[in-house]
């Protein structure tokens, strides 16, 4: 059951996996820290909600702000991180091709209290960054297109148009994924299997 409210997210956990209201759910040894993110951030006028089972913060119904869990740490997520400016170098990418999140790891109560000053102003500034209209610029450089891909294009009518009117999002997914096979085989096969998707005007997670 996805979690639907903010507290029951803090009691229970997100709702996303078998450790729901349980104690191994990982949301437990962090409520501490993330009751107090929570305060951080609703201080700063933004509104709260909650999407896929995890407190969200927005702007004019915009996404600013996610915090989450993990085993090891929880975090606040910047959803367009990469614009801001982070004078403290707290902010870390959010994985390893993301280009536009960022986010900052918290393992205790006293790590927040001591970048509580410096989360505030980046809260504060992701707000007027998204109240301004704020967009991140297009990727500077594009991922690689596989051989396997250009083969496959040639085999299947419409489908070099198909893929060129995917959102830029959408395309890079499916690049990084047909470009993460060491092998050439592995990456005709993870094209094909992608095909008729990407003719159906679909994303790799669609």
């Not at 982070?86 to 870390?92: F, Q, R, T």
């Not at 993870?190 to 008729?196: D, E, G, H």
């Amino acid at each position: 059951m996805m979690q639907t409210t903010v507290d029951g997210f803090l009691a229970d956990g997100c709702g996303r996996c078998a450790h729901f209201a349980t104690p191994q759910c990982k949301v437990h040894p962090w409520r501490a820290v993330l009751a107090r993110l929570r305060a951080l951030v609703l201080s700063c006028g933004l509104a709260e909600t909650v999407k896929w089972g995890m407190p969200c913060y927005t702007v004019d119904g915009k996404n600013v702000v996610l915090l989450g869990a993990l085993r090891d740490r929880c975090t606040i997520s910047f959803l367009k991180g990469s614009l801001l400016d982070d004078p403290e170098g707290v902010l870390e990418a959010a994985g390893p091709h993301s280009r536009v999140a960022r986010q900052v790891n918290l393992t205790s109560l006293e790590a927040l209290e001591s970048l509580a000053p410096a989360l505030e102003a980046l809260v504060r500034a992701a707000a007027a960054a998204e109240r301004a209209g704020a967009r991140v610029a297009p990727a500077p450089t594009a991922e690689p297109v596989p051989a396997e891909f250009e083969a496959a294009c040639a085999e299947h009518p419409g489908l070099a148009a198909a893929f060129a009117a995917l959102t830029p999002g959408r395309r890079r997914g499916y690049l990084l994924h047909f470009g993460g096979a060491k092998q050439a085989a592995t990456r005709a096969r993870r094209i094909a299997a992608c095909v008729p998707a990407i003719l159906a005007g679909k994303g790799l997670q669609d």
